[in-house]
C-alpha cells in the first residue's frame, strides 16, 4: 500500500470490494447497478444532499439529532416519534459500537439478544447485519432524508451496505474516526480505507447520484480551536474531492465564545471553498454544520436546556446549515426518545426565532476570523510542502512532526504536546502551540490572551486552566475560574 491522494482505478477499486464484501454475508446483496436505480426513484425531499443545498440557498438552519437502536422495526419507531413529536428536519441513524469495529459475530448476538428482550441492548444500529433491504425499509418508512452516523475506522462495508441501502449522506473520514476514537490503528491504513469510501461515493456520483459526504468536524470534542478541526475537515475535504464526491458538508463543535463559534462557521465554508479550488476541484458543493456543545453537560435538566438554546442560538446566528442536537439527558447516558425529542424541539424554537438575524461583521467577529484563518493556513500549506504537494503523504507527516495536534486524542499518532485553554473571554486559544508551525505574531497573540486571563484571575498561566475549563460547563460556567 502506497499511499498517495490520487483517485482510486476501477482495477484496484474492483480487487478490494471482492475483499469488502465478503466480510460478512449480506455483502452479497451488493448490485451497484440496481441501487442506482433504487436511489433514483427517491423523492428529492428525501435526498440529503438536495436538502442541504436548498436550506443553504435559503439561509436556513435544518435541526439533526443523534439516534439508533439494534431493532428495526423499533428504530423506524423512533425515528418517527423524532420527526413527529421532535420535528426533526433531517434524520440520523447512528450504528452501534460493534459493527464500529468490524465485530460482526458480536453484533448478531446483540441482534438476538435484543429480540428474546424486546429492547435494544446494543448503542445503536447494526446497518451492515440487517442487510440492505432492512435498510431500504428504515429509508421507506421516513419522510425525510436520513443519514448514516456512527465512527468507524474501517467504514468500507458499512458505506457499501447502507448507500445501497438508501442512505444519501455518510458521515466520517480517515483522520476525524481514527486519531480521536482509538490508540493504535495507524493513520495511513484509515486514510486508505476511507479512500475506498469516498471513490465508491464518487461511482455514484457519476451515475448521477449524489452522496452527501460529511467529515467528523468536532474530533474529541474538547477545547478543540477552530484552526485543528478546520485543518482536519479541509484535509478530509480534499481526500474526498480527488476520489470523485461533490457534495460535502464541514464541521465544527461550538466551542461556546459567540463571536469565535460564528467566525469558525463562517471561516470552515470560505477555507474549504479556497483549498478546493486551489487545488482544482471546483464542483464542490459546500454547506456546513454545527454541533452543540460536546464537553460535559448539567446533570440537571433545566440547566442541560440553557447549553442546548445556546447551541442553537450559536447555529442560527452564524447561519450554519444544519445543527446537531444535544438532549437534556446527556450527562446520564442514552437519552429516551422523549428526551431526544424535547432537546430538538429547544433547539427549532430558538432557530426559529432567530431565523431572520444573523451576526453583523463587528471588528471583534472580523479579527477572529482573520486569526482562525490565518492559523489555519499556517497548519494546511505546512502539510502540504511536507506532502511536497499531495495532501495526504503531508498529513502522515503533519502527524508525526506535530503539525497537526489534536488535544487529548488517544492515537500514538498523535503528538499530545498541545494544550488549549480559554481566555478571559472564553474562547478556546493555545496556552501551548507545541509544534503547530504558527507564526511568532500568532503565538504572540494567544500569549497575550492567555496572560490576560491568567492576570484577572490572579493566577500563573498553567496547565491548571486547562482542567478547570474542562469541567467547568457541567458547574454552570464557560471558563473555569479558580474558587
Request: charged share 25%.
Amino acid at each position: 500500500m502506497e499511499l498517495k491522494n490520487k483517485k482510486m482505478d476501477s482495477k484496484l477499486f474492483k480487487t478490494i470490494q471482492d475483499e469488502v464484501l465478503f466480510q460478512w454475508s449480506t455483502g452479497n446483496e451488493v448490485d451497484f447497478e440496481e441501487a442506482v436505480k433504487y436511489h433514483e426513484a427517491i423523492p428529492e425531499h428525501k435526498i440529503f444532499s438536495r436538502k442541504l443545498s436548498e436550506a443553504s440557498k435559503l439561509g436556513n438552519t435544518l435541526i439533526q439529532p443523534r439516534a439508533g437502536v439494534a431493532l428495526v422495526d423499533k428504530h423506524i419507531e423512533l425515528l418517527n416519534y423524532l420527526v413527529n413529536e421532535g420535528e426533526a428536519d433531517l434524520l440520523p441513524t447512528t450504528i452501534d459500537s460493534y459493527t464500529r469495529h468490524n465485530r460482526y459475530n458480536e453484533v448478531e448476538k446483540g441482534i438476538n439478544e435484543s429480540r428474546k428482550a424486546g429492547r435494544s441492548l446494543l448503542n445503536g444500529f447494526p446497518a451492515v447485519n440487517h442487510g440492505i433491504s432492512l435498510c431500504r425499509k428504515v429509508n421507506e418508512s421516513v419522510n425525510v432524508p436520513v443519514e448514516v452516523r456512527h465512527g468507524t475506522p474501517d467504514a468500507r462495508l458499512l458505506a457499501e451496505i447502507t448507500i445501497a441501502g438508501g442512505f444519501t449522506s455518510f458521515e466520517g473520514g480517515g483522520i476525524s474516526y481514527n486519531i480521536p476514537y482509538s490508540k493504535n490503528i495507524p493513520l495511513d491504513k484509515t486514510i486508505y480505507d476511507w479512500q475506498y469510501v469516498d471513490r465508491l461515493m464518487g461511482i455514484y456520483e457519476e451515475a448521477g447520484i449524489s452522496i452527501n459526504r460529511e467529515p467528523f468536524g468536532p474530533l474529541t470534542g474538547t477545547l478543540v480551536p477552530p484552526c485543528i478541526s478546520h485543518s482536519v475537515a479541509i484535509i478530509e475535504s480534499l481526500l474526498a474531492a480527488e476520489q470523485g464526491v461533490k457534495n460535502i458538508t464541514v464541521g465544527y463543535g461550538q466551542c461556546g465564545n459567540l463571536i469565535q463559534d460564528v467566525a469558525a462557521i463562517s471561516t470552515i465554508k470560505t477555507l474549504t471553498e479556497e483549498y478546493l479550488e486551489k487545488f482544482g476541484y471546483k464542483d464542490v458543493v459546500v454547506t456546513t454544520v454545527l454541533h452543540q456543545w460536546m464537553g460535559g453537560f448539567p446533570q440537571d435538566e433545566s440547566k442541560a436546556f440553557g447549553v442546548i438554546s445556546w447551541g442553537a442560538a450559536t447555529a442560527a446566528l452564524a447561519g450554519a446549515t444544519k445543527v446537531i442536537v444535544k438532549t437534556p439527558h446527556e450527562a446520564m447516558g442514552v437519552p429516551t426518545k422523549e428526551a431526544n425529542a424535547s432537546g430538538i424541539k429547544a433547539t427549532k424554537q430558538v432557530v426559529t426565532m432567530l431565523r431572520d438575524q444573523k451576526m453583523e461583521l463587528t471588528k471583534e467577529l472580523e479579527e477572529e476570523k482573520n486569526i482562525i484563518k490565518a492559523e489555519t493556513r499556517c497548519i494546511i500549506d505546512k502539510t502540504i510542502e511536507l506532502g511536497e504537494g499531495d495532501i495526504a503523504v503531508g498529513t502522515l507527516r503533519a502527524f508525526a512532526a506535530g503539525v497537526i495536534d489534536i488535544p487529548f486524542a488517544p492515537s500514538r499518532q498523535n503528538a499530545g504536546k498541545v494544550f488549549p485553554a480559554r481566555d478571559n473571554m472564553g474562547a478556546v486559544r493555545f496556552l501551548e502551540c507545541a509544534n503547530i508551525p504558527f507564526t511568532k505574531e500568532i503565538k504572540d497573540y494567544h500569549y497575550s490572551k492567555m496572560l490576560e486571563r491568567a492576570k484577572y484571575e490572579k493566577r500563573d498561566m498553567s496547565f491548571q486552566m486547562v482542567i478547570d475549563d474542562i469541567y467547568a460547563i457541567g458547574k454552570g460556567r464557560l471558563v473555569g475560574r479558580p474558587r
